[in-house]
């Protein structure tokens, strides 16, 4: 019985000498392949070079060093993702879902994360430079060391979030809310932190707000050091 299953499902005879549902088992995975949306392979590594991936589902993929250079990213779900490591240049991710994601040392730079989902998510030593995050969640997300200069962040939400040795030089953070988050050894040198809210904020002697613009903002130092 159990050859004639096995001649049937096309099965190696290795794999087959004991249950046919154990031949199942272990050896249901050997031809899965690889998914492809579009020209691109869903792999650690993939090269999607400006794919088209706008709402796509990549919940909980494994795309680790993937390049995603100038992809179309907008409204994709890529929550529990783990992109560490990635090349996200010049990205496209406006109001994707990177909730819990993880961008550990991507490179983000001059990427458009307007109104992305970030909560949780996991950025130490990303580089955010020249980035787009306007209106972008990053509620109790942790970008310890980070580098936002001359990000814009305009009224992006940054709630609990661990921002320490984070560098905002230059960054435009107007109406910002970094209520409860860990500031300690941020670099906030000629940032625009005009109505942005600080309160409850983790400040201490290493950070650093020389020249920054601090009009009507909460929490902040009364005088630039």
Do not use: W
């Not at 691109?40 to 088209?52: D, F, N, Q, S, W």
Request: net charge positive; aromatic share 4%.
């Amino acid at each position: 019985m159990s050859l004639m299953l096995e001649t049937r499902l096309g099965l190696p005879s290795m794999c087959g000498s004991v249950a046919a549902m154990a031949l199942l088992l272990a050896c249901g995975d050997v031809s899965a392949e690889v998914r492809t949306i579009g020209e691109c392979r869903i792999r650690p590594g993939a090269l999607c070079v400006e794919a088209r991936l706008s709402g796509a589902d990549l919940r909980g993929e494994n795309l680790a060093r993937a390049g995603f250079f100038m992809a179309d990213l907008r409204g994709a779900n890529l929550s529990r993702a783990n992109l560490r490591n990635a090349n996200l240049k010049e990205a496209n991710l406006s109001e994707a879902d990177l909730t819990a994601a993880m961008l550990g040392k991507a490179d983000l730079q001059r990427a458009n994360l307007r109104n992305a989902k970030l909560n949780r998510a996991r950025l130490a030593g990303a580089d955010m430079r020249n980035a787009d995050l306007q209106g972008a969640v990053f509620d109790r997300a942790r970008l310890r060391g980070a580098n936002l200069s001359a990000a814009k962040a305009a009224k992006a939400q940054l709630r609990g979030s661990d921002l320490s040795r984070a560098n905002f030089r230059a960054a435009n953070l107007e109406g910002a809310n970094l209520t409860g988050a860990d500031l300690r050894g941020a670099r906030f040198e000629n940032a625009y932190l005009n109505g942005a809210d600080l309160t409850d904020a983790r400040i201490d002697r290493t950070t650093d707000f020389r020249g920054a613009d601090m009009d009507q903002c909460i929490g902040c130092p009364a005088r630039s050091r």
